[in-house]
C-alpha cells in the first residue's frame, strides 16, 4: 500500500538534491520543483510525519475555521495558531480579519455555500464527478492577505469508499506541506465518517514545490531521521448535511471530537517560517 512518509520522503529528497534554484517573493530563494503528486492509503494510518513532530492541532484548527466559514484571526490566536500574524500585519490591515480567505470562499463563494452544496450531492448522487469545492476567487484576490495556497479539493466515491484529492499552487516543502497533508487527510475522514463511507485514498497534486534556502539543512536533519509507525484518528461525529423537518444544516465537529491516537515522532525540527508565497 502507498504510505505519505515514503511518498513525502522522496520528493524532499528529490527537491533538495534535484530542484533548480528560483526567487521568490521572501527574497530568501528556493529550490524548486513543479508538477508533482503525492498518494496515502487511509488504510496505512492517519497521514501525520512521525520523522519530525507535527503538532496536530494546528491542522485541526485551521481546518475547522475554513470549514465554519470563519476568516478572522482571533480564533487561530486563540487556538494556538499564529503563522497567520505575519502576513496579517504586513497586509497593513487592522480589522482582525484576513480577507475573503478560505472560509468565506468555501461558505460563501459569490452567494454560493460550496460545503452544503457537496453534502448534499454527496448525498444524493455519490458518483457525480462534480463534487468540487474551489478557493479561487479572482474577484477576491485583491481583498486576500495571501491568495490561496491549496486551491480546491474533489471528492471521489466508488466501492463504499470515499477518496479525496486536493491541489496547490505553492508547496513551502518542510513547514507548510506535512500540516496540508494532516489537514487534508482529517477533511476525508469527517467526510467519510459523516457519509457513511470507508476511507479511501489522499492525493495531492502539487505545483511549484520548493525548499527554501535556510530549510537545507533541516531537511538533511529530517531525511536522516526514521519513520514510525503512522498514528490513528478517531472521530466521534463526521461532517455531513443534516436535513430533518424544518432541520437543515452543515453539521460540523468541533475539537473535542477529534481524537488522536498513538502519535509516535522523533524530535521537533525547527525552521523559521518565510512569508510571502
Known amino acids: 500500500m502507498i504510505n505519505i512518509q515514503e511518498e513525502y520522503r522522496g520528493l524532499l529528497s528529490g527537491v533538495l538534491y534535484g530542484g533548480t534554484q ?41 481546518l475547522l475555521w475554513i470549514l465554519q466559514g470563519r476568516t478572522d484571526l482571533d480564533y487561530l490566536l486563540n487556538h494556538g495558531v499564529s503563522y497567520w500574524n505575519d502576513d496579517y500585519e504586513r497586509s497593513g490591515r487592522t480589522d482582525g480579519i484576513l480577507g475573503p480567505v478560505y472560509g468565506k470562499q468555501l461558505r460563501d463563494f ?21 463534487l468540487v469545492a474551489s478557493f479561487w476567487n479572482p474577484a477576491d484576490m485583491d481583498d486576500m492577505v495571501l491568495p490561496p495556497c491549496h486551491y480546491g479539493f474533489q471528492v471521489y466515491i466508488n466501492d463504499g469508499k470515499l477518496s479525496l484529492s ?101 524530535s521537533p525540527i525547527k525552521a523559521k517560517l518565510n512569508v510571502g508565497t
Not at 113 to 128: G, T
Not at 188 to 196: D, E, F, H, P, S
Request: hydrophobic share 35%; proline share 4%.
Open 110 to 130: 459569490n452567494g454560493i455555500d460550496q460545503l452544503k452544496r457537496l453534502l448534499i450531492q454527496i448525498k444524493e448522487n455519490p458518483s457525480s464527478r462534480r
Open 22 to 62: 528560483k526567487e521568490d517573493r521572501t527574497k530568501i530563494g528556493t529550490r524548486s520543483v513543479f508538477g508533482r503528486i503525492l498518494r496515502h492509503n487511509m488504510a496505512e494510518g492517519f497521514p501525520l510525519l512521525t520523522a519530525k513532530k507535527i503538532y496536530f492541532n494546528h491542522a485541526i484548527t485551521e
Open 166 to 266: 486536493w491541489n496547490q499552487r505553492s508547496v513551502d516543502m518542510f513547514l507548510g506541506l506535512p500540516y496540508d497533508i494532516a489537514m487534508y487527510g482529517l477533511l476525508l475522514q469527517m467526510l467519510a465518517k459523516g457519509n457513511g463511507y470507508k476511507p479511501g485514498e489522499l492525493i495531492c497534486h502539487l505545483g511549484d514545490c520548493h525548499l527554501y534556502n535556510n530549510h537545507i539543512d533541516a531537511a538533511k536533519e529530517y531525511l536522516s531521521a526514521t519513520d514510525l509507525k503512522l498514528p490513528t484518528v478517531e472521530l466521534n461525529k463526521g461532517l455531513s448535511y443534516e436535513h430533518n423537518l424544518d432541520i437543515h444544516t452543515v453539521d460540523i465537529p468541533v475539537h473535542s471530537d477529534i481524537i488522536l491516537k498513538d502519535y509516535k515522532y522523533n
